[in-house]
């Protein structure tokens, strides 16, 4: 079992200089509907003014692995990223974005504002501007879907559709 709190606190550096701080902690529950509490396993501290939300996000993967997804969003239009680890029997293991590489390869800087993959169905999508298209109003979409090998999510399939 997986969950995350969200926690929030302000810091009174000086009569006129407060600082909002929120913190992502992920937990685990070694054995379900146990009477254990829950352990942490990763957290990440930051700040509001900076990022509009970080949310983890974890699916099971064969061999007893987890899959640990973070993404990271910034306030404005500024889009969000994400980034992956693998989670075993030893430390959480950073994977490599083979997929990313392929769009960028394939659409050159015409990824701007990040990408998502959903982590249960390892599909994902991401913007794929022009050079006159708006920032808020990119003319394509990359759907595709990825695949673990090794400590990479490739892609696996790709398909480009218009937005309008």
Known sequence: MWVFGEY?????????????????????????NSADSLQPIWHYRYEREM???????????TGGA?????????NGTGGCSQSFALLGHGSP???????LDSLNRRFPDAIRH?????????????AVYSADDANC????????SVRLRGASLELATLRLRRTN
């Not at 929030?8 to 379900?32: G, H, K, N």
């Not at 987890?66 to 910034?74: K, P, R």
């Not at 109003?137 to 595709?144: L, Y």
């Open 93 to 99: 293991q950073a994977l490599g974005l083979g997929f």
């Open 114 to 126: 990040g990408f998502h993959v959903d982590l249960p169905t390892l599909r994902g999508s991401a």
């Open 8 to 32: 929030q606190r302000s810091w009174l550096l000086a009569a006129d200089d407060t600082v909002a701080e929120a913190e992502i902690v992920l937990f685990t529950r070694p054995v379900p």
């Open 66 to 74: 987890v899959l640990l997804s973070i993404d990271e969003c910034v």
């Open 137 to 144: 109003c990119p003319q394509r979409i990359a759907e595709f």
């Open 51 to 61: 990022l509009r939300s970080v949310r983890p996000q974890v699916a099971a993967v």
